[in-house]
């Protein structure tokens, strides 16, 4: 299957005329697929980042990251922040009247979700579930801008759930180790997570869980903390956006 999804992918690089890299505003490093562009660099196209989901993160942090980034733009899809600073970026970087659009990224970073606000409709399948669009869909924003969306895809020999958990690429009821990857997360938010569940902050990742399972009553046999549950409740709320971070 994820042959089939980067098939996909070469074929939206080559019929678009500008592509549109997906990041998450949270991880903008760790959100960028460095596969997909070395093949939108070798095929000779133009590519705008998009920094998503900026609703959830200060502004002063994500100016530090868009200046490590050549033509990028803040956008919240969800707010429908950024869109038209986008258009103009869009034809700007294209130079042609009429311009196709390729969206590309890793799953989840919200693809669908920032056609659907480009276009001011829901054109495009969104969900907040990782791996939701599953082939081509072809769509209109405007008389100037066709938008091609593609399913989101993991660099062929990737293998890192805990990178794919802190960027929502992958479900957590999907997760082997969701506790690895929730205590990664505790301790690289350095205690927004405890200070979401209203707990105090922990000496290491798994008390932190266990303080949380106690406090939002996720109990095992015998009273003790039910860690692989809590672990990806915490995931499931930083990958929905109920957790800010804010660092």
């Known amino acids: ?13 080559a019929e678009s005329d500008v592509i549109i890299e997906v990041l998450d505003s949270r991880f903008v490093d760790l959100s960028r697929n460095s596969e997909i562009e070395k093949k939108i660099e070798a095929a000779g196209k133009p590519i705008i980042f998009v920094i998503n989901k900026c609703d959830l993160v200060e502004k002063d942090v994500l100016d530090r990251k868009k200046k490590k980034l050549k033509h990028s733009v803040f956008v919240s899809s969800k707010g429908h922040l950024g869109t038209t600073i986008l258009r103009d970026k869009i034809l700007s970087v294209a130079k042609k009247d009429k311009v196709v659009v390729g969206v590309v990224g890793y799953p989840n970073t919200g693809k669908s979700s920032l056609i659907n606000a480009l276009a001011g409709k829901a054109k495009a399948k969104a969900s907040s579930v990782s791996g939701y669009t599953k082939g081509f869909q072809y769509v209109k924003a405007d008389n100037r801008i066709k938008l091609i969306d593609s399913p989101g895809v993991i660099p062929f020999r990737e293998d890192d759930e805990i990178k794919h958990a802190l960027i929502g690429s992958k479900s957590p009821e999907k997760m082997k180790e969701p506790d690895l990857a929730a205590m990664n997360l505790i301790e690289e938010l350095g205690g927004l997570v405890e200070l979401h569940y209203d707990v105090e902050i922990q000496r290491d990742g798994y008390e932190a869980i266990e303080a949380i399972a106690k406090k939002i009553g996720r109990l095992a046999k015998g009273g003790e903390a039910d860690i692989d549950t809590t672990s990806r409740i915490i995931l499931k709320d930083w990958q929905t956006g109920r957790i800010k971070h804010s660092k």
């Open 1 to 13: 299957m994820a042959r089939v999804f980067w098939n996909d992918v070469k074929r939206v690089i």
